[in-house]
């Protein structure tokens, strides 16, 4: 499925109780990008990218300056531990951001790609706040 057109099959699909916004964000030369807002987690947009074999789904957390200096090998290891009890998810640290994603098959059913947006929007709330301890105020 194309980014174009899951963006517009999102704007009018609610799951799971939750509806979705979705645009996509311009990047002439570049890949395109969707960004998609889950109901109730306007905060950490979800990006999702395609390629030729996967649907890419990245929520970024926090940047890298906002963890608290002596606590960012324990937040680590907390990432790396976290990583097996997050379902569909898993942790990345993209530049000087910790993000959190999933991927799918570019032939996965609109529907599996909807859980797995509706469920990267949930696992990010719960890892923020799995790490807050970690992060300044």
């Given at each position: 499925m194309e980014?174009?057109?899951?963006?517009?099959?999102?704007?009018?699909?609610?799951?799971?109780?939750?509806?979705?916004?979705?645009?996509?964000?311009?990047n002439p030369g570049e890949q395109?990008?969707?960004?998609?807002?889950?109901?109730?987690?306007d905060e950490l947009p979800i990006f999702v990218t395609?390629?030729?074999?996967?649907?890419?789904c990245i929520s970024y957390l926090?940047?890298?300056?906002?963890?608290?200096?002596?606590?960012?090998?324990?937040?680590?290891?907390?990432?790396l531990r976290l990583n097996l009890p997050i379902p569909l998810s898993a942790f990345a640290k993209i530049d000087n951001r910790y993000a959190i994603f999933g991927a799918l098959s570019v032939n996965s059913s609109f529907d599996d790609i909807t859980?797995?947006?509706?469920?990267?929007?949930?696992?990010?709330i719960e890892a923020l706040d799995a790490v807050t301890p970690y992060l300044n105020d």
């Open positions: 980014l174009d057109e899951l963006s517009i099959k999102l704007a009018s699909f609610e799951t799971e109780g939750v509806g979705f916004e979705s645009f996509m964000i311009a395109d990008v969707l960004q998609v807002i889950v109901d109730g987690n395609k390629t030729e074999e996967q649907l890419l926090f940047a890298d300056e906002e963890v608290k200096d002596d606590l960012k090998n324990e937040l680590n290891e907390t990432l859980h797995e947006l509706v469920t990267l929007a949930d696992n990010a």
